[in-house]
């Protein structure tokens, strides 16, 4: 049976087996933890390209350049708070043979409208920040409690994911991201559906 057509709990099991065949992703998981940023998601692309290699035969890491981790913290939204998390994380990381982009979500409507020309409302948590990314198949957090419980953040769900769906998420991010993202993907992934942007 296809993962995508799995009940949704089985499908969350399913991410969660899928994810730990690549030894990069859970490490990158597991030092976070460490990290106890709040409301922390390892999120977007590692998440969701390490499903597609394995559903596609592929080694699980393949081709992943980098994993995003995303906190929200908006005690603090200057930049030296970020930049000292940001080093902290640099250091935690150091070894890996990854690339772990730390940011905080509660500065991105500071900075958005600047390097993408729309502005951005201010996110109220990891999760509003999640839901706007500009494919909906893209928008799944995990990560990984104290005691080693998982905690999955999907609100489109993960049929898309499992059967290589590419679907738009028009509310923030502008056509051009979600046509370059794609293009992109589809050169390492042939096998994806990309569907059209509205």
Not at 66 to 81: I, N, P, R, V
Not at 169 to 191: G, H, I, M
Request: glycine share 6%; charged share 25%; hydrophobic share 40%.
């Amino acid at each position: 049976m296809r993962l995508g057509r799995l009940p949704v709990g089985e499908q969350v099991e399913a991410l969660r087996a899928v994810l730990t065949r690549n030894e990069v992703l859970t490490d990158v998981l597991a030092r976070a933890a460490e990290l106890r940023l709040p409301g922390w998601y390892l999120t977007a692309g590692c998440v969701v390209q390490t499903v597609w290699n394995v559903v596609t035969g592929r080694p699980a890491a393949d081709g992943i350049l980098d994993h995003d981790l995303f906190y929200f913290d908006a005690t603090d939204l200057s930049w030296e708070a970020e930049d000292a998390v940001i080093r902290t994380g640099r250091e935690r990381f150091a070894g890996l043979p990854a690339t772990v982009e730390i940011r905080n979500e509660a500065r991105v409507h500071l900075w958005y409208e600047q390097k993408f020309g729309v502005p951005c409302p201010p996110h109220d948590s990891t999760e509003s920040a999640i839901d706007s990314f500009a494919a909906t198949t893209c928008c799944v957090g995990v990560r990984v409690a104290p005691d080693g419980t998982w905690r999955v953040y999907a609100p489109h769900g993960l049929s898309d994911v499992f059967d290589l769906v590419v679907r738009p998420n028009p509310v923030l991010a502008p056509r051009d991201v979600y046509e370059a993202k794609t293009s992109r993907w589809r050169r390492q992934w042939p096998s994806l559906t990309v569907l059209p942007w509205p």
